[in-house]
């Protein structure tokens, strides 16, 4: 198991920037796949941005996201982080991390994933 916290979040205008990170307890967190999801208010839960464990480094990132957000990883820190540029009010939303053994095939998909923080708000203004 692990456990895991986000942090980052709070409110800030239209084009404005934030960086959230996930911090994990647990020695095997250098392995694993781990994923931003958001929620935004009313809707279903959609992936943001993944990247995989030690073997390689691959991002994986949401249409959406595409050139505004960067998704990083510090091992030694046992920390994610998710860069966010060009903020705008459709990215309002509640942002989780999660964790799975791998990323491809299953990185959008909330199911798969089965250690979760409890999430931090975004909200941007207009």
């Known amino acids: 198991q692990v456990q895991l916290v986000e942090s980052g979040g709070g409110s800030v205008q239209a084009g404005g920037s934030l960086r959230l990170s996930c911090t994990a307890s647990g020695s095997a967190f250098s392995s694993l796949c781990v994923a931003w999801f958001r929620q935004p208010p009313g809707k279903e839960r959609e992936g943001v941005a993944a990247?995989?464990?030690?073997?390689?480094?691959?991002?994986y990132y949401a249409d959406s996201v595409k050139g505004r957000f960067t998704i990083s990883r510090d091992n030694a820190k046992n920390t994610v982080y998710l860069q966010m540029n060009s903020l705008q009010p459709e990215d309002t939303a509640m942002y989780y991390c999660a964790t799975r053994t791998t990323c491809a095939g299953y990185w959008k998909d909330p199911s798969r994933f089965g250690d979760w923080g409890k999430g931090t708000q975004v909200t941007v203004s207009s």
């Open positions: 990247i995989r464990g030690t073997v390689g480094v691959v991002l």
